[in-house]
């Protein structure tokens, strides 16, 4: 009878909290000032937010006022609010053409310089397997073309290609290469696709000089380009690469820190992030406008963020809130992933990180959550989202593969648990593609009484994770489960 009196006082106590909690989210939440600001990162004069555009500054700017008047600190190491990093948009070749063995290969046709400077001549084929750190190992490629698959083994995510051919341009300058050539060679994308996307001007991370190695792909669904080059039928190739400019470009990631509570917990972080960026200027709709204004993706997650800091600088929790706002998210990850190379938090002081991204909603009744079910902290997110209503759901898209194209995935790949807070959405239907990417997604597009549920149930479930005593980990046998231990020792 007593345990059961016990049983039941600390369930009551709980609740108790639970419902304490909630009622100083309602009271302290500024809906006014939340949707004034999802109403200025989501208006023209933003120009749609693309990173390269010199409206960016408005962004960036406003996001970092906001964050010091809510009372957040600057990150050690930053600069004031932000992270500073070199980005280079480099545009498509006014001529692009390589010519191996049999074979020819034109710009937009079946190859793509995705980076580098203009380079003409005859070079040396070396095929270096996946141009891993292990293929590169010992090879003279002094003045030679190093030609490799594109993506590892285990690794053939979209963000995977691009980051693993920063690396290997990396390598193969440090062996002397002239130039580097993957092959495309991944059937389950579409070529006309990649070419769609990728043949106009690029972002990506300065390297410095291994960013001036012509960075190549070229079609070889067949996998024929090995066999030639050991049969001796391409031993070089013809490259006439012309017209190829270069811009440098400061990026901002913005970041900021609100100190915890607790003597020990403190020194541990959830991470609470969004990417603040967009597609800008885009093809005119039926109306005319051209601005792709973005407020699903990603404004609103960028609000959640600024109100996530002017509540916890007011009620710290018992661990340390760092919030992150990334930029180039549409460009290939690139703001998060400077940071996760770049982390001006050591990344095994950051427990957590609850990400937000998404393309839109059909279901004013749900919060999807990428990841649900991947972390021993779900209970904790989805009891937050049903104290304010909603119900919390998993991927319901999984063929879509979402979770691995958030930035999310850059801090998941290090180890740390990182599901995504997305709207609510049942399927990629109609209702999403009406305003993903599109020119009609505004703000009085959206029903601002759900997203401002929204937003609430965010920064409570950050409040439970930032409270709990346990730490969140990856549930046994996820894939980044192995990452997990690495950075946190097995706990």
Known sequence: ?????????????????????????????????????????????????????????????????????????????????????????????????????????????????????????????????????????????????????????????????????????????????????????????????????????????????SSKLPYIWVKDLSNVLPKEIATGNAKSAVLEIEGKTNKLIEGKNVVAWIEGTDKNLKNEFVMLSAHYDHVGIGTPDANGDSIYNGTRDNAVGTVAVMNAAKFFAKNPPKRSVLLALWTAEEKGLLGSRYFAVNPLIPLNQIIYNLNIDGAGYNDTSIITV???GRTTADDLVSEAVADFGLKAIAD?????????????????????????????????????????????????????????????????????????????MWVAGDKYEEAGKKLYGDK
């Open 1 to 209: 009878m007593k345990k059961s009196l016990l049983g039941l006082g600390l369930l009551l106590s709980v609740t108790f909290v639970a419902e304490a909690q909630k009622k100083k989210i309602d009271k302290k939440f500024d809906e006014k000032g939340a949707i004034s600001a999802l109403t200025y990162l989501a208006s023209d004069e933003l120009k749609g937010r693309d990173p390269a555009a010199p409206e960016m500054a408005l962004a960036y700017d406003f996001i970092a006022m906001q964050l010091e008047a809510a009372g957040a600190k600057p990150v050690p190491g930053a600069d004031g609010f932000f992270q500073n990093i070199p980005f280079r948009l480099s545009s498509p070749p006014s001529k692009g053409k390589v010519t191996m063995g049999d074979s020819t290969f034109s710009q937009g046709v079946n190859l793509l310089v995705l980076d580098g400077e203009s380079l003409s001549g005859t070079y040396e084929l070396v095929d270096v397997g996946f141009g891993t750190p292990a293929d590169f190992e010992g090879k003279d490629l002094t003045g030679k073309i190093a030609v490799s698959s594109v993506g590892a083994p285990d690794k053939m995510g979209p963000a995977d290609l691009f980051s693993l051919g920063s690396e290997k341009t990396a390598n193969a300058k440090k062996q002397g290469a002239i130039a580097l050539i993957e092959r495309f060679n991944i059937p389950s994308i579409p070529w006309p696709l990649i070419v769609n996307y990728l043949n106009r001007a690029q972002m990506g991370i300065d390297n410095g000089e």
């Open 396 to 472: 319901p898209a999984p063929e879509q593969g979402l979770y691995d194209r958030s930035d999310n995935v850059n801090f998941a790949k290090e180890g740390i648990p990182a599901p995504t807070f997305s709207l609510g959405f049942t399927a990629f239907d109609d209702e999403i593609n009406k305003y993903y990417h599109k020119a009609g997604d505004h703000v009085d597009s959206m029903d601002l009484d759900y997203v401002t549920l929204y937003w609430k149930s965010f920064i409570l479930a950050a409040q439970n994770i930032a409270n709990t005593a346990n730490q969140p």
């Open 370 to 372: 990428i990841g649900l």
